[in-house]
């Protein structure tokens, strides 16, 4: 009896130390901050710019006559000074500092202020608007404390973070928070924020969010808020993508972004079903520029990205990203399917120029939808593809297929397909009638089916459930 109680006793124990065994792995809060504090908070500078103001920028001139008008002979004709507070952090002893180009947008004047109350004029080494990030190099003669970036790949969700800046002017302010979200978007065309619940406001942009390792891992850059005011939900610039932009305008005093001349499409969830993907990822090639890198490659429109050299592509804002972090005149290789068969493809990356525009789309106009005449498969009633019906809906020239004239709201094809739109593939293949879209509907076994769509010169793939 007692053997078996020892048994028991045993498998018991077993299976709670299994229980338990996550648990006691988990990284524990840490006791403060104080001593990442006093390690970091040396190179985090406060930033003070200042833009003089021509008198018809600056106030306005009182009427004649007003109680006011006498202020017109005080201010006089004098330019007004205007000021901007945010905050910075020193990359390199000799006094390189980064911070958010709004900071510093427009200023004739920038200083650079230290925790232990030393003040520096500083200048504009170089910023990119399209990031905004700046650069500024101090006017000093000693070398200056400093801080690293970190790898930003490998902060996660649930990681401690802190910041330090210059919230409302006040200076050397830390707050302290967790990773709540990666991959944000909030509108730019290579947003990849990390969003933490850090307390952030106005004069923290442009201040460093720290890992618990010292080391920087975002650029504060933005809050959603309803009120202006922190929410906890903030946003920085990952430090891979800072420290790439800080490299090229340190070097080159501008970004030289990576170009392929392509412009892609979303894989929506129908489309990933119809290749057969268990979640939707990659990029549909949509548009190849006729002088691009990618013209010469055999990179065909409706090619779906799947990696973009080893690296997995997680939808089109990243593709792009990944792009245009590539190092110019770099060879790399493009996995993708085309016509559902893996392939391999290889590109020069070049350079993106100021008139580029990757994720260029073109605008499609609604037209007047004709009467059906009973030429309708999944909800898209189809017209003749004439000289008419080309200046009627504002055809491309280059497109040849089937005309879609009208789509049914109800229908899937809603949002998907437009009125203009010309069908010239059906699942990769050749179509020129009604007849020959309603076989291949016919045939498909039910699922998602997938058109090529030649919507104002611009390739456009859509799945849409029958």
Same mark, same amino acid.
């Given at each position: 009896?007692?053997?078996?109680?020892?048994?028991?006793?045993?498998? %018991?124990?077993a299976l709670?130390?299994v229980?338990?065994?996550?648990? /006691?792995?988990?990284?524990?809060?840490?006791?403060? *901050?104080?001593?990442?504090?006093?390690?970091l908070?040396?190179?985090?500078?406060?930033?003070?710019?200042?833009?003089?103001?021509?008198?018809?920028?600056?106030?306005?001139?009182?009427?004649?006559?007003?109680?006011?008008? @006498?202020?017109n002979d005080? *201010? #006089?004709?004098?330019?007004?000074?205007?000021?901007s507070?945010?905050?910075? *952090?020193i990359?390199?002893?000799?006094?390189?500092?980064v911070?958010?180009?709004?900071?510093?947008? #427009?200023?004739?004047?920038?200083?650079?202020?230290?925790?232990?109350?030393?003040?520096?004029?500083?200048?504009?080494?170089?910023?990119?608007?399209?990031?905004?990030?700046a650069?500024?190099?101090?006017?000093?003669?000693?070398p200056?404390? *400093?801080?690293? +970036?970190?790898?930003?790949?490998?902060?996660?969700?649930?990681?401690?973070?802190?910041?330090i800046?210059?919230?409302?002017?006040?200076g050397?302010? %830390?707050?302290?928070?967790?990773?709540?979200?990666?991959g944000?978007?909030?509108?730019?065309?290579?947003d990849?924020?990390i969003?933490?619940?850090?307390?952030?406001?106005?004069? =923290?942009?442009?201040g460093?969010?720290?890992?618990?390792?010292?080391?920087?891992?975002g650029?504060?850059?933005?809050?959603?808020?309803?009120?202006g005011?922190?929410?906890?939900?903030? %946003?920085s610039?990952?430090a891979?993508?800072?420290?790439?932009?800080?490299?090229?305008?340190?070097e080159f005093?501008?970004?030289?972004?990576?170009?392929?001349?392509?412009?892609? /499409?979303?894989?929506?969830?129908?489309m990933a079903?119809?290749?057969?993907?268990?979640?939707?990822? #990659?990029?549909?090639?949509?548009r190849?520029?006729?002088?691009?890198?990618a013209?010469?490659?055999? /990179?065909?429109?409706?090619?779906l990205? /799947?990696?973009?050299?080893?690296?997995?592509?997680?939808?089109?804002?990243s +593709?792009?990203?990944?792009?245009a972090?590539?190092?110019?005149? @770099?060879?790399?290789?493009?996995?993708?399917?085309?016509r559902?068969?893996?392939?391999?493809?290889?590109?020069?990356?070049g350079?993106?120029?100021?008139?580029?525009?990757?994720?260029?789309t073109?605008?499609a106009?609604?037209?007047?939808?004709?009467?059906?005449?009973?030429?309708?498969v999944?909800?898209?009633? +189809?017209?003749?593809?004439?000289?008419?019906?080309?200046? @009627?809906?504002?055809?491309?020239?280059?497109?040849?297929?089937?005309?879609?004239?009208?789509?049914d709201?109800?229908?899937?094809?809603?949002?998907?397909?437009?009125?203009g739109?010309?069908?010239?593939?059906?699942?990769?293949?050749?179509?020129?009638?009604?007849?020959?879209?309603?076989?291949?509907?016919?045939g498909?076994?039910?699922?998602?089916?997938?058109?090529?769509? =030649?919507?104002?010169?611009?390739?456009?793939?859509?799945?849409?459930?029958?």
């Amino acid at each position: 009896m007692m053997q078996r109680f020892l048994v028991l006793t045993t498998f %018991l124990a077993a299976l709670l130390s299994v229980a338990v065994t996550p648990a /006691l792995q988990a990284h524990p809060a840490p006791d403060g *901050f104080a001593d990442l504090a006093e390690r970091l908070s040396p190179a985090v500078v406060n930033i003070s710019a200042a833009q003089r103001l021509d008198s018809e920028d600056g106030l306005p001139e009182f009427p004649e006559g007003s109680p006011l008008e @006498r202020f017109n002979d005080i *201010f #006089g004709n004098a330019p007004r000074i205007a000021n901007s507070l945010g905050s910075g *952090f020193i990359i390199d002893p000799s006094g390189l500092v980064v911070t958010n180009n709004h900071v510093i947008d #427009g200023a004739d004047e920038v200083e650079v202020s230290l925790p232990d109350g030393r003040a520096f004029r500083a200048e504009v080494v170089g910023i990119d608007s399209v990031t905004d990030l700046a650069v500024l190099r101090m006017d000093v003669d000693e070398p200056m404390p *400093f801080v690293a +970036f970190a790898d930003s790949d490998t902060a996660r969700v649930g990681d401690w973070v802190i910041a330090i800046g210059n919230p409302f002017g006040l200076g050397g302010t %830390l707050t302290a928070g967790v990773v709540s979200a990666r991959g944000r978007e909030a509108g730019g065309r290579y947003d990849d924020y990390i969003q933490t619940d850090v307390a952030i406001n106005t004069g =923290n942009s442009g201040g460093p969010l720290f890992n618990m390792d010292g080391e920087v891992v975002g650029v504060n850059t933005l809050i959603l808020s309803p009120t202006g005011a922190s929410v906890g939900i903030s %946003l920085s610039i990952p430090a891979n993508l800072a420290e790439t932009v800080v490299s090229q305008l340190v070097e080159f005093g501008e970004t030289r972004r990576g170009w392929l001349g392509v412009s892609v /499409l979303r894989v929506t969830p129908e489309m990933a079903e119809s290749f057969d993907l268990a979640t939707p990822y #990659g990029a549909i090639v949509s548009r190849i520029e006729e002088d691009g890198p990618a013209a010469a490659s055999g /990179l065909r429109n409706g090619d779906l990205v /799947l990696q973009f050299d080893g690296r997995r592509v997680r939808d089109s804002r990243s +593709f792009q990203r990944m792009a245009a972090e590539t190092e110019i005149g @770099r060879e790399i290789e493009l996995e993708i399917i085309r016509r559902d068969r893996p392939m391999t493809v290889s590109l020069t990356v070049g350079a993106l120029s100021e008139g580029d525009d990757e994720d260029a789309t073109v605008n499609a106009t609604v037209i007047a939808p004709t009467p059906t005449n009973g030429n309708e498969v999944m909800g898209m009633t +189809f017209g003749t593809l004439d000289t008419a019906s080309r200046r @009627r809906f504002r055809v491309h020239p280059d497109a040849e297929g089937v005309l879609v004239t009208e789509v049914d709201p109800t229908s899937d094809a809603a949002g998907k397909v437009r009125p203009g739109d010309v069908i010239e593939e059906v699942e990769f293949a050749r179509v020129d009638s009604v007849a020959a879209i309603r076989e291949i509907v016919d045939g498909h076994g039910g699922g998602p089916v997938r058109f090529q769509i =030649n919507r104002g010169g611009q390739y456009v793939l859509q799945s849409i459930r029958p």
